[in-house]
């Protein structure tokens, strides 16, 4: 817990007074949040955008003003956790499920920082099964597609009931093992009909905030 709190509190420094921000989701960018909270409290004037139910509920609890993109079209700088980081900072995401939202709010960032601890770092992605977001119509026939490109999908469950995402999706979590390709991958995913998203997250993380039990490390 330590290397995520210093990892999620860490980041939050990079945040500057007027800035609109992106706000993850899991118990890494948990810390972020308080921190901001309390920042807020002390005067920081920032407007945020959660991705996710959970992240919106936390950061109205802790007094960070908000705001949604009918107001907004582009953010300063979003930070988030990941579930798996490879070199290149490709990452998997959307172990909590909030992959979709997570995207779109990266992707509308100008700097997009990854908070995780150390064991999130790996050298080739995969041995975290990828979630996908895919439409409950016809899921079954959706997963069939990624059998064909030796996905191995398991729909997500939670307390035995399916699990439902914030946007009303299913989550199948994809055993690929080892993705040596993974805006490849992303792409031919993205083609299958029925696929809303994946967690497979390329070309967007400027730098990683890499938590331990003594310290974070910046990574860029
Ligand atoms: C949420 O859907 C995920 O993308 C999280 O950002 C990711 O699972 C990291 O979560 P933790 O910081 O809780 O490990």
Not at 165 to 171: C, R, S
């Amino acid at each position: 817990m330590e290397a995520k709190k210093l990892a999620g509190e860490k980041a939050a420094e990079f945040i500057e007074n007027g800035m609109k921000i992106g706000l993850g989701t899991g118990s890494t960018v948990y810390w972020t949040i308080l921190r901001v909270g309390q920042l807020v409290k002390e005067g920081l004037q920032i407007e945020a955008i959660p991705t996710s139910k959970q992240t919106e509920a936390l950061a109205k609890e802790h007094g960070i003003p908000l705001t949604d993109f009918s107001k907004v079209t582009q953010l300063d700088l979003t930070i988030d956790g990941a579930d798996e980081i490879d070199e290149h900072f490709n990452l998997i995401k959307g172990g909590g499920g909030a992959l979709l939202r997570e995207k779109l709010v990266a992707a509308a960032s100008k700097h997009f920082i990854v908070v995780a601890d150390e064991s999130k770092l790996v050298k080739t992605l995969g041995q975290f099964p990828l979630p996908v977001e895919v439409t409950p119509f016809a899921w079954e026939v959706t997963a069939q597609r990624i059998v064909s490109l030796n996905g191995n999908p398991v729909l997500r469950k939670k307390e035995n009931q399916t699990f439902i995402t914030d946007n009303g999706n299913y989550i199948l979590d994809c055993h690929f093992k080892q993705i040596s390709n993974p805006a490849d991958l992303h792409n031919k995913l993205k083609l299958i009909t029925g696929i809303v998203e994946t967690g497979l997250f390329t070309n967007l993380t400027d730098m990683v905030v890499a938590g331990t039990e003594n310290g974070a490390r910046l990574m860029e």
